[in-house]
T-cell receptor
Framework: AQSVTQLGSHVSVSEGALVLLRCNYS??????LFWYVQYPNQGLQLLLK??????LVKGINGFEAEFKKSETSFHLTKPSAHMSDAAEYFC????????????FGTGTKLQVIP | GAVVSQHPSRVICKSGTSVKIECRSL??????MFWYRQFPKQSLMLMAT?????????EQGVEKDKFLINHASLTLSTLTVTSAHPEDSSFYIC????????????FGPGTRLTVL
């Protein structure tokens, strides 16, 4: 069984401030973890993924996330928020071994204040 | 690479009619395609998984006779919402998996269905 919890359905930051979106996972086997971004009325775009290699993963648009097994976390960060970062962000979990279902978190809407 | 398209992007239909949504992988062959449903301000809920040439696997609570899925080729899957009702109004998103080793799914842009 696997699950994802995203703390905070809404996060507001000022432009230029640090972005921190929280994700905790539960998995009975080593997980693969993903962060996706969704703009209004669009599909999901992959920001970054962790697949058991380096624990600090760098993605597109200046985002990065760190896999912390001891904390079962995979928080998404960006040093300086940009207006274009305003969107919905989803954390997702699956694991290796052929096809495995991907489970999505409930999403965090990021608002960037000018 | 790894582009997934959906058609149509928006559709409005009358209650009782059927609507077909297409999902295509444009530059790769998809071993598996997935159909999700997303209600406003909510996450994606997996409806079904389809493999080319075989019957789709539906998630618990999803009516297979209402949401018909056909995966006729490695680049095309279709979702038909039969006898649509207003409660079927939602954002439907497909995704495709390129190979069995990778776990990344590539998402289509979604289809907004409104049933009047």
């Amino acid at each position: 069984a696997q699950s994802v919890t995203q703390l905070g359905s809404h996060v507001s930051v000022s432009e230029g401030a640090l972005v921190l979106l929280r994700c905790n996972y539960s998995s009975s086997v080593p997980p693969y973890l993903f962060w996706y971004v969704q703009y209004p009325n669009q599909g999901l775009q992959l920001l970054l993924k962790y697949t058991s290699a380096a624990t600090l993963v760098k993605g597109i648009n200046g985002f990065e996330a760190e896999f912390k097994k001891s904390e079962t976390s995979f928080h998404l960060t960006k040093p300086s928020a940009h207006m274009s970062d305003a969107a919905e962000y989803f954390c997702a979990v699956t694991h290796s071994g052929g096809y495995q279902k991907v489970t999505f978190g409930t999403g965090t809407k990021l608002q960037v204040i000018p | 690479g790894a582009v997934v398209s959906q058609h149509p992007s928006r559709v409005i239909c009358k209650s009782g009619t059927s609507v077909k949504i297409e999902c295509r992988s444009l530059d790769f062959q998809a071993t598996t395609m997935f159909w999700y449903r997303q209600f406003p301000k909510q996450s994606l809920m997996l409806m079904a998984t389809s493999n080319e040439g075989s019957k789709a696997t539906y998630e618990q609570g999803v009516e297979k006779d209402k949401f018909l899925i056909n995966h006729a080729s490695l680049t095309l899957s279709t979702l038909t919402v039969t006898s649509a009702h207003p409660e079927d109004s939602s954002f439907y998103i497909c995704s495709a998996r390129r190979d069995l080793r990778g776990n990344e799914q590539f998402f289509g842009p979604g289809t907004r269905l409104t049933v009047l």
